[in-house]
């Protein structure tokens, strides 16, 4: 546990999709291992185990993420196990409260299938989170057509395997913002290359000139916000203002294990954990910025972008396709009302 | 009858259209026969009468009198047009589309590369791997010296043009006063050294002189609005100076040239510089972009008058030339800070004003800057924001353009790279090996963009501060002042 948790402050990982196939495999062999009597028990370790993990990467939301459905999991196979619907565990309807005798699912009966059961469906669980990339891939035929300009912001794995996929049927172009000072859209636009895609790299300055030309840009992310908007890399915002202007569809590709319950606040407050700014070395470097002429002047590197939900059009998870306006629906589907709270 | 009346314009046909005539001829002969055949094939099946050969005749000679009718109406009109044409001059012609933004038409490309081995210019080599969306445009690479062919004498063009056209291809002047000013002082020199061969005008054969040495100057680097401005009134001072002596003539242009550049620059620069001070007021947040030799005044003169603000330089790749801006102001003393564009909607919040340099301001109202202007203007307007664009008059120019891509500069696709097996200062960065090696990638170094007025509050100018929209009213005042 120490381990992951030094791991984590030291961001040993290589983007979310791999934090959140860590994280989860961190939990599961916390229910292997721990004793616990019910489920009572076994929630409260893991909520535990999630606090610590989350405050030792607070701006790394899917650690939350990947608790909370593991609290989720955990109670609707209780429940299925004693016999009653999973839908009766998240409706708290007026209804119920007033008519039915016990208000809550206590969780304290202990059941001796409950560890084999529950491990079931998280190992289920991760396999959905293994084939997500290739389940968003498969629907690429269907947002694509033949001869589009398609831009793109930086380097998303999900992005890159969706537009591999539709380039075995379709031949388009694709416009890869490099995306300084990473340069990530350099090595997408390589490996998009090396399929034989056109692919064309431009400065971020050149996003408003090109986006005229553009029929789509499809953008990946870091995570999905609960209002439908995102926290994307840096300049995705840049982006989409420039296709909300020429009125050019926004999709965001991003898998289910994504969708975060927390908001944004802009003022003050939530930044901290909202945003990273990284080290001022990338934009300019120690050699010209250190000169004593320079050396009083304030450089931002910021990670993130928040894209408010309204310059989105389209979400595309590995369910399906969805507008920003019902990705809170989702979030009951996901995580249980009483895990919102760690 | 028809025929004499015919006669009398006969004489005026040339043997082309005498040719068209007879063509028509033969073609109304022939689907004069072909109706006659189905006439006759049509009155062949209810059997020959006597009437209906009569109604054959008669269809022949009406045939042949409409024929006679059409030749006489096209030969009129011909005749028509061309007495219009001797007389009108120019009227059909409307605006010539320039040859610089045909690329992918080799006619026309042909036509220029034959005017400049006649002017004894270097041509230079289009890139290897051009993007498709821009083929009208040239796609230079910055490979060989353009001037390793050029040679030296009376007939070739003067040292410092070839010396400021290497500069501007080289990249060693940059900024549009900067090449504006460094072009006239290049012609200046001409000028002194210029010596009007014998039985020649000054006013005619200098300007047949520096007709080669702006081409020399467009292979370099493509002119930008501002030189474009300059040469027009060059040509304008030449032409004016005709029935004086050699020497009057020659001061007489260095004079009208350098007071020029004082007036549309510099005391342009400082009428701009007192307007705008008055937008700056204390506890500002100005956001610039780039490296604009006037806003950099703007802002170091704000600050000499006690204004107290701050600024934050927004700079973008690969030319980095907010760098320049930023070390021009601390210098002057003023707090800075520094990001790169796709940081703009970030540090957008803190921001209260923009302030931008323009390259030019189109007749439509847009604002041509360099690339990334008008992605700073979108941030800003989405934060309700304004933005302040700087402009001396002289950079007002009558072209329009909706869109970035009708005309544009492409730069050269290798300052985007990292040269093969050198030190990278990332490692994602791609290098001139992938980018030669792989077909299917390309690479796009755009120089100018295009800011819709809408984003754009105000422009400041000498002439006061007036909409974007106001551009063609300043052109046809100065035109008429001048």
Not at chain 1, 15 to 27: E, Q, R
Not at chain 2, 338 to 367: D, F, R, W
């Amino acid at each position: 546990m120490e381990q992951f948790l030094l791991d984590l402050k030291r961001e040993k990982y290589n983007g979310s999709y791999d934090l959140a196939y860590k994280t989860i495999n961190h939990l599961r062999k916390i229910i292997t291992q721990t004793r616990w009597a019910n489920a009572n028990e076994l929630m409260a370790i893991i909520r535990e185990a999630g606090k610590r993990m989350v405050s030792a990467q607070p701006s790394e939301y899917v650690i939350g993420n990947m608790v909370r459905r593991v609290l989720k999991i955990i109670r609707e196979e209780y429940v299925r196990i004693q016999g009653e619907s999973e839908e009766s565990v998240n409706k708290g309807s007026l209804h119920k409260m007033v008519t039915s005798d016990q208000d809550f699912q206590d969780f304290n009966t202990p059941l001796k299938e409950l560890k084999t059961i529950v491990m079931e469906a998280v190992n289920e669980y991760i396999d959905e989170m293994e084939a997500s990339i290739h389940n968003i891939a498969a629907q690429a035929v269907e947002h694509i057509h033949s001869d589009e300009v398609i831009l793109t912001v930086g380097k998303s794995r999900t992005v890159e395997a969706f537009l591999k996929q539709a380039a075995k049927k379709r031949k388009f172009h694709v416009i890869v913002v490099e995306g300084a000072p990473l340069y990530h859209g350099h090595e997408l636009a390589k490996s998009l290359a090396s399929k034989k895609i056109e692919t064309t790299v431009v400065t971020d300055s050149a996003v408003f000139a090109m986006m005229s030309r553009v029929n789509k840009v499809i953008i990946g992310t870091h995570s999905v916000l609960a209002n439908g908007g995102l926290k994307a890399v840096n300049g995705a915002h840049m982006v989409a203002l420039a296709a909300r202007q020429h009125a050019v569809p926004v999709i965001v590709l991003g898998a289910m294990f994504k969708l975060c319950l927390l908001h944004h606040s802009a003022l003050g407050g939530n930044e901290a954990s909202f945003n990273r700014l990284s080290s001022p070395q990338e934009v300019m470097d120690h050699y010209e910025g250190g000169t004593e002429i320079l050396s009083d002047v304030q450089i931002y590197c910021p990670t993130f972008d928040y894209v408010p939900p309204e310059l989105v059009t389209l979400f595309i998870s590995n369910i399906g396709g969805n507008a920003p306006s019902y990705m809170y629906r989702l979030l009951s589907e996901l995580y249980h009302p009483d895990d919102h709270e760690l | 009858m028809e025929r004499t009346a015919g006669g009398d314009q006969n004489s005026g046909l040339t043997a082309e259209q005498k040719k068209q005539l007879k063509k028509e001829r033969r073609k109304a002969k022939v689907s004069g026969k072909a109706t006659q055949s189905t006439t006759q094939v049509q009155t062949s099946f209810p059997g020959t009468d006597a009437s209906s050969s009569n109604v054959l005749q008669k269809s022949k000679a009406e045939l042949r009198a409409e024929r006679r009718a059409k030749q006489e109406a096209d030969r009129a009109a011909k005749a028509a047009m061309k007495a219009e044409q001797t007389s009108g001059g120019s009227k059909l012609k409307g605006p010539q589309v320039p040859a610089n933004i045909q690329a992918d038409d080799p006619k026309v490309q042909k036509k220029a590369a034959k005017k400049l081995e006649k002017q004894q210019v270097p041509q230079r080599a289009e890139g290897q791997k051009k993007v498709a969306l821009f083929s009208h445009l040239h796609q230079y690479e910055r490979s060989l010296s353009i001037t390793s062919n050029m040679g030296f004498g009376n007939t070739g063009i003067h040292p410092a043009i070839i010396q400021l056209g290497l500069q501007y291809a080289e990249g060693l002047i940059t900024g549009s006063n900067a090449r504006c000013a460094a072009l006239i002082s290049a012609v200046c020199r001409v000028i002194k050294d210029y010596v009007t061969p014998q039985h020649k005008e000054l006013s005619r054969d200098l300007e047949m002189k520096l007709k080669p040495a702006i081409s020399y100057l467009n292979q370099c680097r493509p002119l930008s609005v501002s030189m474009g401005s300059a040469i027009k009134f060059m040509k304008l001072q030449i032409s004016v100076c005709r029935k004086m002596s050699d020497s009057e003539a020659k001061s007489r242009l260095v004079d009208s040239l350098r007071e020029f550049v004082r007036v549309n620059i510099v005391l342009a620069g400082k009428a701009i510089s007192d307007s705008a001070c008055t937008k700056i007021s204390d506890g500002d947040v100005v956001m610039i972009y780039g490296n604009s030799s006037l806003i950099t005044r703007v802002l170091c003169d704000a600050h000499k008058v006690g204004r107290n603000f701050r600024v934050v330089v927004v700079d973008s790749r690969p030319k980095l030339a907010g760098r320049g801006a930023l070390r021009r102001l601390r210098q002057a003393g003023i707090q800075c800070s520094y990001v790169l564009v796709s940081a703009a909607s970030y540090i957008m919040p803190e921001v209260t004003k923009v302030v931008l340099g323009a390259h030019g301001l189109l007749s439509n109202g847009y604002v041509m800057g360099s690339v990334g202007t008008s992605m700073v203007a979108m941030a800003a307007k989405a934060c309700g924001v304004p933005v302040i664009v700087c402009c001396e008059a002289y950079k007002f120019c009558e072209r329009v353009q909706a869109d970035s891509f009708v005309n544009n500069e492409i730069g050269d696709p290798r300052d985007l790279l990292v040269k093969t097996n050198s030190h990278k200062s990332n490692p994602s960065l791609l290098d001139e090996e992938d980018w030669k090696q792989m077909d299917s990638l390309k690479v796009l170094h755009l120089t100018y963009d295009v800011t819709p007025p809408d984003y754009v509050a105000m422009v400041v100018t000498e002439l006061g501060k007036i909409p974007c929209t106001s551009v063609p009213v300043v052109l046809r005042v100065r035109s008429t002042d001048t």
